[in-house]
């Protein structure tokens, strides 16, 4: 299948310190990328999607002034948690969607380790 | 409504048959899926199904629809310590660019010896 990184894989910052996480997809085009944030032993819950060239848009709950989002090109998304705190620390994983013959796929990336002392 | 439930555990000899269930409310579905994930690690597609079908196997993996009960299961056939991680099924609900998975709680599959 697909291949989508992400990087870091994990981070360990500061309270009131921002944090940018890339996602990529490595071999194909994704005009669409979703954020999911992962509690400990908990199902992945979609923050935002992300469309290339145009705002993203977040679910309901999610500040988007908190979790900036940039689909700057079609293979690169990226999330930034700004002046983070302990409560965002949590597994964030993205997902490109490739769409082939009418079919759409979503691959995900390995996911990022935020931990925010 | 969107929920999706699978049970939370399953426990499974080496060489067995794990059957993991998922029940899901939304009639509109268009996909299903199944994805697998180890620890700490993302989320990997393993197979997914049209609506309108009702089974689908892949090698040692089994999809079967029941759209009536809104029941979806994967079969693993001759499991192996190597398929012990969690097992999320998602539905998609729409096609075009506002569709969107909604996932299930996740069901931890552990094989043992």
């Known amino acids: 299948g697909a291949v989508v990184s992400q990087h870091p894989s994990r981070v360990i910052c500061k309270s009131g310190t921002s944090v940018k996480i890339e996602c990529r997809s490595l071999d194909f085009q994704a005009t669409t990328m979703f954020w999911y944030r992962q509690f400990p032993k908990k199902s992945l819950m979609l923050m935002a999607t992300s469309n290339e060239g145009s705002k993203a848009t977040y679910e309901q709950g999610v500040e988007k002034d908190k979790f900036l989002i940039n689909h700057a090109s079609l293979t690169l998304s990226t999330l930034t948690v700004t002046s983070a705190h302990p409560e965002d620390s949590s597994f964030y994983i993205c997902?490109?969607?490739?769409?082939?013959?009418?079919?759409?796929?979503?691959?995900f990336g390995p996911g990022t380790r935020l931990t925010v002392l | 409504g969107e929920d999706v439930e699978q049970s939370l555990f399953l426990s499974v000899r080496e060489g067995d048959s794990s059957v993991i269930n998922c029940t899901y409310t939304d009639s509109s579905s268009t996909y299903l899926y199944w994805y697998k994930q180890e620890p700490g690690a993302g989320l990997q597609l393993l197979t997914y199904i049209f609506s309108n079908m009702d089974m689908k196997q892949d090698q040692r993996l089994t999809v079967l629809l029941n759209k009536k009960d809104k029941h979806l299961s994967l079969r693993i056939a001759d499991t192996q310590t190597g398929d012990s991680a969690i097992y999320f099924c998602a539905e998609r609900l729409s096609t075009g660019t506002a569709s969107k998975l909604t996932f299930g709680t996740g069901t931890r599959l552990q094989v043992t010896l």
């Open positions: 997902s490109a969607r490739q769409r082939t013959g009418g079919t759409d796929t979503q691959y």
